[in-house]
């Protein structure tokens, strides 16, 4: 069992930047794949960026590649994205998620947080 807290978010404007954290409990942390999600208003919640267990491997979304970093402290159990050049669609609620599998993809994981809201002005 893994429990998820995200911080970080609020209102930028365009051009600007973010740093979500997200902050996890419970034992097998560092074995856990991490991710983020993303939920617009009207919209499916969709896969933003994801790390595996070593951090040794990342990916993204086509969406925000070269603008969004993903990246794990497992000694501090804490889970980050970096959120540069921002746009207005990005404005959704970002939601840290956690996984058991090694390498889950893009599919929904299996524990969530509670969301952050990212509202990016033009």
């Known amino acids: 069992q893994v429990q998820l807290v995200e911080s970080g978010g609020g209102l930028v404007q365009a051009g600007g930047s973010l740093r979500l954290s997200c902050a996890a409990s419970?034992?097998?942390?560092?074995?856990?794949?991490m991710g983020w999600f993303r939920q617009a208003p009207g919209k499916e919640r969709e896969f933003v960026a994801g790390?595996?267990?070593?951090?040794?491997?990342?990916y993204y979304a086509d969406s925000v590649k070269g603008r969004f970093t993903i990246s794990r402290d497992n000694a501090k159990n804490m889970l980050y994205l970096q959120m540069n050049s921002l746009k207005p669609e990005d404005t959704a609620v970002y939601y840290c998620?956690?996984?058991?599998?090694?390498?889950?993809?893009?599919?929904?994981?299996?524990?969530w947080g509670q969301g952050t809201q990212v509202t990016v002005s033009s």
């Open positions: 790390i595996i267990w070593s951090g040794t491997r990342r």
């Open positions: 998620a956690a996984d058991p599998h090694p390498d889950p993809g893009t599919r929904e994981y299996d524990y």
């Open positions: 419970g034992r097998s942390f560092s074995s856990y794949a």
